[in-house]
């Protein structure tokens, strides 16, 4: 049907510099999609393996059965706090009479650093996803505006420009544009959900956290 565009030939025909630019593009929209589907993947399982995580610490099951079940378990990030932090318990109840802040201070710092790297492995990808969301449109706008200029400077030799002339030139540049658009569209989109998303998670094993030293503070002047 006439007037119908027909992108592959507008990529074809596209000056090289323009075409590097749409190579760049897609390149960064796989790279944008391979990072959002991995990311939807994790996040929904830490969601998944916290829950039932919490589940089962609140279900009134001994600690260290539970420490013995999951330590070096896959059981998800929660569980990797509470691990680290009945670890460092372990270790320095023997002091826990005569110094039973210094002991909580240790776990505290001991599920600070696990919480933290936790929560750096549930943000992988995310500084990613934001680079291409914030640089794909400007990447794109640079390929239409060097096939526009290419355009105009093909124009320089004719004695009369007419509107045929430049269309093909200007459309092939502005596919470049859309393709930007096409990559950081979604890219900004997943970068905005899960991030949020993570620091949903954070605040969960924060609350956790502060939960369980509670729960250590009732049982540490019992240790011996």
Do not use: C
Not at 1 to 7: K, L, N, T, V, Y
Not at 104 to 131: C, F, G, H, K, W
Request: hydrophobic share 45%.
């Amino acid at each position: 049907m006439s007037g119908e565009i027909d992108f592959l030939d507008l990529i074809l025909d596209a000056s090289i510099v323009v075409q590097a630019v749409m190579l760049v593009l897609v390149l960064a929209s796989v790279v944008s999609w391979y990072a959002i589907i991995d990311r939807a993947r994790t996040l929904s399982g830490a969601r998944e393996q916290s829950a039932s995580f919490e589940e089962e610490f609140w279900s009134g099951k001994d600690l260290a059965s539970l420490y013995k079940k999951h330590d070096g378990a896959d059981s998800g990030p929660m569980a990797e706090v509470f691990v680290a932090g009945f670890r460092e318990f372990i270790k320095s109840r023997d002091r826990a009479r005569e110094d039973s802040a210094s002991v909580l201070e240790s776990i505290r710092r001991a599920m600070r650093v696990a919480q933290n790297r936790e929560t750096d492995s549930l943000e992988r990808y995310l500084p990613t996803l934001a680079t291409i969301g914030s640089t794909s449109p400007y990447v794109g706008l640079f390929g239409t505006v060097w096939g526009i200029m290419s355009s105009f400077h093909a124009l320089g030799g004719v004695r009369q420009a007419t509107l045929n002339m430049v269309a093909p030139g200007i459309s092939e540049a502005l596919v470049a544009t859309a393709m930007g658009l096409v990559a950081a569209i979604p890219a900004v989109v997943a970068y905005n959900r899960y991030s949020s998303e993570a620091y949903r998670l954070d605040g969960r094993f924060e609350d956790f956290s502060e939960e369980f030293l509670n729960l250590m503070h009732r049982q540490l002047p019992a240790a011996s």
